[in-house]
């Protein structure tokens, strides 16, 4: 079956500009997550859904970062005056449900953004 | 708060040689933990994990992992070494506490098998 996909794979945009990253996860995944990997890193969570709802956001750096998932399907990562700081490759995960601790996340190969 | 530790930025392994990649980790309550391997320019991909029971688990591509209680180390392992093997390997702990299910990741250890 189709994995979590993410679109783009790659994208390159100027500083201080807006953007939006997309993922798709498995078909009947209820919990979903974003994570960012730096250079050199591990995966650091940003914000992680069960449903629609966003059931802990505590990892996004600050408000110019935003996600939504309005059909618990679908998810959009947005991020707004983007800074060169914000360059990483962003990670989504699905998972069959969040309170199940044996189920593993699935991973989409990311979005490497690029902020210049 | 859960906290997974990888030592090691970087292991050299002849190809054929057993492997072992090291984790060591801090939980407060039942520990679950998980190891991920990153190919370049791919997302993670679910090695194993252990949760109760054996303390000696097994998973994809022939790896294993030990689970030790004592040391609270969660060691991968491989009897015999592929090129192919050569990847990010990252181990992770799931956070049973504030954030519903979230993995706390390590840095990870770059494996690096030569024929």
């Known amino acids: 079956g189709a994995g979590v996909s993410q679109t783009p794979s790659n994208k390159v945009t100027e500083k201080g500009k807006y953007v939006e990253l997309r993922c798709d996860p498995i078909?009947?995944?209820?919990?979903l997550y974003w994570y960012r990997q730096s250079l050199g890193q591990g995966p650091e969570f940003l914000i992680y859904?069960?449903?629609?709802?966003?059931?802990?956001d505590s990892g996004l750096p600050n408000d110019r970062f935003f996600a939504v998932r309005p059909e618990g399907s679908v998810s959009t990562l947005k991020i707004q005056r983007t800074e060169r700081g914000d360059s990483a490759v962003y990670l989504c995960?699905?998972?069959?449900?969040?309170?199940?601790?044996?189920?593993?996340?699935?991973f989409g190969n990311g979005t490497r953004l690029t902020v210049t | 708060a859960q906290s997974v530790a990888q030592p090691e930025d970087q292991v050299n392994v002849a190809e054929g040689n057993p492997l072992t990649v090291k984790c060591t980790y801090s939980?407060?309550?039942?520990?679950?933990l998980f190891w991920y391997v990153q190919y370049p320019n791919r997302g993670l991909q679910f090695l194993l994990k252990?949760?109760?029971?054996?303390?000696l688990v097994k998973g994809s591509y022939g790896f294993e992992a030990e689970f030790n209680k004592s040391q609270t180390s969660f060691h991968l392992k491989k009897p015999s070494a592929l090129v192919s093997d050569s990847a990010l390997y990252f181990c992770?702990?799931?956070?049973?506490?504030?954030?519903?299910?979230?993995?706390?990741f390590g840095k990870g250890t770059k494996l690096s098998v030569k024929p």
């Open positions: 992770a702990v799931r956070d049973t506490g504030g954030s519903q299910g979230n993995l706390i």
């Open positions: 252990y949760i109760t029971g054996d303390n």
């Open positions: 078909s009947g995944h209820t919990a």
């Open positions: 995960a699905s998972s069959s449900t969040g309170t199940d601790y044996n189920s593993p996340l699935h």
């Open positions: 859904f069960q449903g629609t709802g966003a059931a802990d």
């Open positions: 939980v407060s309550g039942n520990p679950y």
